[in-house]
């Protein structure tokens, strides 16, 4: 997960930076657990969870809706160093199914153009269209967690 945000020396693609261990405050926190970053594998730990609820518990969710948001709002927020997460719906799964991934940047002169960090995959540059409504070949994005 990314937590901040800054913008690159030649202003063409606004970067992550990590500057917590979200892993590790989660896991504690929210659910009980204090091995999980030693031993993601073990018993409770790899398990499904509400990321209103993790931003929450880092103090980081600034607000959440079940819509995507506008290019002007992602813009907004990368460039306050906010990064927007996104959830994404797959079509067809049973039962229903969802994905979250971080929306790290925006390509300058490209506002509908974002860099997607996808934790089950590398890091891309989709457009908005493609985004909202056939990320990956099948996905579609239904929520926005906008970040502090």
Known sequence: MVLGCRVSQRGEVLQPVLNVDPMLLVAQKA????NCCQNGSAAGC????QLDKALSVTS????CSTTPTTPSQVLKQIA???????????RGSVPPSG??????????????????DDPCGERSEVDRFTFCSNYQGSGSWTHTYLTK
């Open 46 to 49: 790899n398990q499904t969870f």
């Open 60 to 63: 980081n969710l600034a607000a």
């Open 99 to 116: 994905h979250f991934v971080v929306i790290m940047g925006v390509i300058i002169g490209k506002p509908s153009m974002f860099l997607i």
């Open 31 to 34: 659910l009980g657990l204090s």
């Open 80 to 90: 306050a160093d906010r990064p927007v997460a996104a959830r994404i719906g797959w």
